[in-house]
């Protein structure tokens, strides 16, 4: 089945203790990405990739960190979370990258930093 | 910059009602319109798109059509269903140098009562 997987589903860790959301695609997608879900700001995207090995920051990075050392996987590396990361957050990921491709979620992390 | 604002939710709506979910954004050049559909515990799925004005995009019952001239892209059911209770979101796609970002709007709960 083609899907984007996350994990772990629900995460509560404490400030300053690195962590890692791990994201992996079956369907050799160049293009994936990163989001967080807040209310009332719906989705922002906190940093991309086109390829493997190349990332760029989206509209809120500050305090992330990605790598896209193969094709499949699009880790999201937080060095010392803080209260204000917590959110739930989203890898999407799609076949190309012209317009009109449709993103595909995965079903989402949610973390919790005290 | 680019921006998508959407009606203020959440809505409660009867089975069998009609349902519109208005979306309107500000963009300059030629975006893509779409609108995503989140339920419960899962990732944001596609609904329905469309990439140039006065297309109409269709799905599931759910049709919008891309009105260059009031900037709006509404979401409209003739009868809705309780399977269609979920947060609904409006995007718009503009590719910058590869980018496959999606600008979204907050988000429109959907609540259908039997």
């Known amino acids: 089945e083609a899907q984007v997987t996350q994990n772990p589903r629900y995460l509560i860790t404490v400030t300053g203790k690195k962590l890692t959301v791990t994201c992996s695609q079956n369907?050799?997608?160049?293009?994936m990405s990163w989001y967080r879900q807040d209310p009332g700001l719906g989705l922002r995207q906190i940093y991309y990739s086109m390829n493997v090995e190349v990332t760029d920051k989206g509209d809120v990075p500050e305090g992330y960190k990605v790598s896209r050392k193969e094709k499949r996987n699009f880790p999201l590396i937080l060095e010392s979370p803080s209260p204000n990361q917590t959110s739930l957050y989203f890898c999407?990921?799609?076949?190309?990258?012209?317009?009109?491709?449709?993103?595909?979620f995965g079903n989402g992390t949610r973390l919790t930093v005290t | 910059g680019d921006s998508v604002t959407q009606m203020e939710g959440p809505v409660t709506l009867s089975e069998e009602a009609f349902l519109t979910i208005n979306c309107t954004y500000t963009?300059?050049?030629?975006?893509?319109l779409f609108w995503y559909v989140q339920y419960p515990g899962e990732g944001l799925q596609l609904l329905l798109k469309a990439t140039k004005a006065d297309d109409k995009g269709s799905n599931k019952g759910f049709e919008a059509t891309y009105r260059k001239e009031t900037t709006s892209f509404h979401l409209e059911k003739g009868s809705v269903q309780v399977s269609d209770s979920a947060v609904y979101f409006c995007?718009?796609?503009?590719?910058?140098?590869?980018?496959?970002?999606?600008?979204f709007g907050t988000g429109t709960r959907l609540t259908i009562i039997p």
């Open positions: 963009a300059t050049g030629y975006p893509s």
């Open positions: 999407a990921s799609s076949p190309v990258q012209g317009r009109n491709s449709p993103l595909h």
């Open positions: 369907m050799n997608h160049e293009y």
């Open positions: 995007a718009l796609d503009k590719t910058n140098f590869g980018n496959e970002k999606l600008t």
